[in-house]
């Protein structure tokens, strides 16, 4: 696995005013769904007896979640979970059934078709996963699109576009059609089309889902890079936890679409809410995502208490070498406080068995 | 016996199959004892009292054509509107207009545009191909037949797409009209062309006007359907990507369905164009002027050699009009391949030399008369007719052995027996034979939608002929499934044959229907079984297809298995490959009836007889109108007979 630092993000301050506030979003398919989400009865049902009864589909069931500026919000979950369906609600893409999506505050499911259309064009973007792109159009056009239905002059689309085009990596592909490119350079373009208008926000639907493994790598990596760089608030679907760790500063899992547990990736790991969270990230390597907080324990009176310093986020692998290099147990401290030890069978435990949990 | 086709499909099943097998010999024995009895049997120049109705609805319609409102201010305006856009466009290429003695373009300005809008449209090879076909045109004696046959194809195919495309593009947006219009298209297409051409004339009168009509209700459907195709097979994916970049609807539309759909559009208005082309040489039959109606005068007169030379000039622009059409949809694809600056500046400069050139051709041929009328001197259009005719004689002289045999044996052995079974037994027992068979094949309401049908062909009073019509469709439709299964399963198997196979068959289709006539008519003389060969070579193509995709589509992973367990081709071919095709086989049959069925008033110019003449006297016998007309209806009765039953069966095997 990448290298990765899981602390990048705003993570565990205390945050500043979301950009994004998603309350109580119901997204319902099928005759008079319009029913369901209002009815304690029909609420409580599960998909498929709600399917029985009613004939519905509750895609999406009381999501709720905040993201903060310069986030990356991961929505996890897999195949039916309803994640795509609700980054299509954030822009009525889908239109939701119910709930609130507060973008800075106002009502997106408020607006009208053009004040909606101005919100697409100016502070959202999306990557598709099957990068959605004009066949007919050469990369720089397919890039300036956005622009184009916006009304922006010719010569100052195409700069923007160039400009976005170093960006991505793309240089000296901008006269190509996208069929003649391969599967990362298309979703390249993908994302040079959502950053071209600049929009406060991108969001991701699994774009990478249909790409190669070590091409996948590259572009998260590339997403990683850009957020550094431009630093964008991002909402990205995925139904691969690796991913989802690698790039979210923050993960929501969604399952049957309703929201199991909502934490940064070393809470998912160090303390999954059920069963079902538990088993997904069984197969995590625990020492790559655990923090020094997650193993520490308090101090018994036979403790040598002489050892080295390190913060509560530190991830175990980073610390495992300082670890077992000191005589004595590494003191947690944060803040000049001592928040616990870790010792040499503690880490071990992490790096050499995942049965810590069992 | 008339089941041959439809209980093909359920032969699995041992117990169904036998109690058709059981009604089947009940059918034999009575016919034996009843032959001859409540046959309904009709002369050629009888009329019932429906006939004659028609006959008086059609002289009142002609008497207050002038004085009803409904004709004054809607079917007169109407068909007013089409004359004047077809006269126009004739006045242009084909007919003396504007007190000239010639068109006003001549054949120099009309073969430099052809090539020139064949340049744009296409490429050089498509232009160089327009320009030596057209030059072809001349050179065969037939520029103004010609001319006149183009001018009422593109006047139809103007129409039709001015309605086509945006109502396409409305089916591809919402699925509640596609929902709505698809069984009306459906409709349009199955329905026999001919059917159409004799109410339309008690309406819009005999000429161009019903010819036109007739065309782009005929030509229509394809345009509406690709469109919408097209625009439906946009990837959802581009379509959202727009709307969240913030697109209006509009905007959507125009930047990106139209044009990702533009090279299946395109490919619509090649269908349409082809199929306009071959229903304006149809429409020669309710006077439409041009190639058509010198190919009718040839064949009523048995002129091989003239109808010869008129089929080819009609083939010749068939070829025109598909190739310059395709170029245009490949280049679609291919501009944007090139990355060759040079190649743009190339077209670019072409373009503008070509527009030049060719506003000189057209000048020339406005202002001289030898740019204007094609040179009479330089003629081989006789001389194609003349060597045709020597060649029929000859065949007919010498090899009369070989095709007489061959048509003595199949009209022997397959067509008389059944017809004689058909039209011998009283009406009561083949309909209740019918009946017991939907019952078995299809169920209880397929033996309702039966019995309606049998009860109008009753009532058309043509009960006989529809019996000998059917006796010929059921054989043709027989002969069609034989080569469909024996080629598609070739054509499924081996991907060498599809490709040399497959050009072949798309070419046949893109054909006028009447072009097949010709040559059987030579080899066959007027007769039944001319008309089945001409029907089994037009609608086999169609079955081939639709049994080769079948074939093909059978997952090659279950083919692999059934070869790993040891299977000989044989094995694999009648117990993996045809079982599992088993919906395409029904689909085949089903649409071979179709088109043997639209082929049958075509058949009834060169001796099928029975409701094929029956249309053709009516169009051209005032006395005989009703009677065309209600053989017209019973042929559409027989095809939603035969197409109801196909369907329901196939609907029945598909769930068991």
Known sequence: MAAQDVEVGPVGAERPDPVISVRDVWKVFGPKAEGVPGSPELCALSRRELMERTGCTAAVREVGFDVAPGEVFVVMGLSGSGKSTLVR????????????????????????????????????SMVFQHFGLLPHRRVLDNISYGLEIRGVPRAERSRRAMEVVELVGLSGYEKSYPDQLSGGMQQRVGLARALAGDPDVLLFDEPFSALDPLIRRDMQNEVIRLHREVGKTMLFITHDLAEALKLGDRILIMRDGKVVQVGTGDELVGAPVDDYVR??????????????????????????????????????RDATRAVLAAAAPVKVVENGELLGIVGDEEILAVVAGQEADA | MAAVALSKVDLRRPGRGAVVALVLALWLVLWALLKGLHTLALGPAQLTPLHQAVNDLNDSIGASRNTNPLFLYFFNEIRLVIDEFVTFIQSLIAQPAFGRPLPLIGWLGVVALAAFVSYAAGGFRVALLAAAGFTFLGLQGLWEESMDTLALTLAAVVIALLFGIPIGIWAGLSDRFNRVITPVLDFMQTMPTFVYLAPLTLFFLIGPASATIATLVYAAPPAIRLTAYGIRNVPGDTVEASASLGATDGQTLRKVLLPTAKRTIIVGINQTMMAALSMVTIAALIDAPGLGKTVIKALQTLDVGTAFNAGLAIVVLAIVLDRVTTAAGDRVDRARLTRRPWAARARQGGLIGGGVLTLVAVWLSYTYVWAAEFPPDVEVGSSIAKGVTTATDWVQSNLSGITNGVKDVVTLVLVDPLQSLLTGSPWWLVAAVVVALSVVLGGIRAAIGSAVCLGLLVATGLWQDSMATLASTLVATAVVMVIGVAVGVWMGRSPGADRVIRPVLDAAQTMPAFVYLVPFLALFAASRFTAIVAAVVFAAPVAVKIVADGVRAVSPTTVEAATASGSSTWQTITKVQLPMARQALVLATNQGLVYVLSMVVVGGLVG?????????????QGQLYGKGLAAGLAIVVLGVLLDRLTRAAAARSGRS
């Open chain 1, 279 to 316: 088993d997904f990230v069984r197969d995590v390597p625990r020492a790559n995502v655990l923090t020094l907080k997650w193993i520490m324990r308090d101090p018994r009176p036979d403790d040598v208490l002489d050892g080295p310093e390190l913060g509560p986020d530190v991830v175990v």
């Open chain 2, 608 to 620: 099928a007889g029975a409701l094929g003449y029956d249309v053709v006297a009516g169009f051209s």
């Open chain 1, 89 to 124: 609600c954030l822009t009525r893409l889908v239109e939701p059934t119910a709930g609130q999506v507060l973008f800075e505050g106002e009502d997106i499911l408020a607006a009208d078709a053009k004040r909606l259309r101005e919100l697409r064009r100016n502070k959202f």
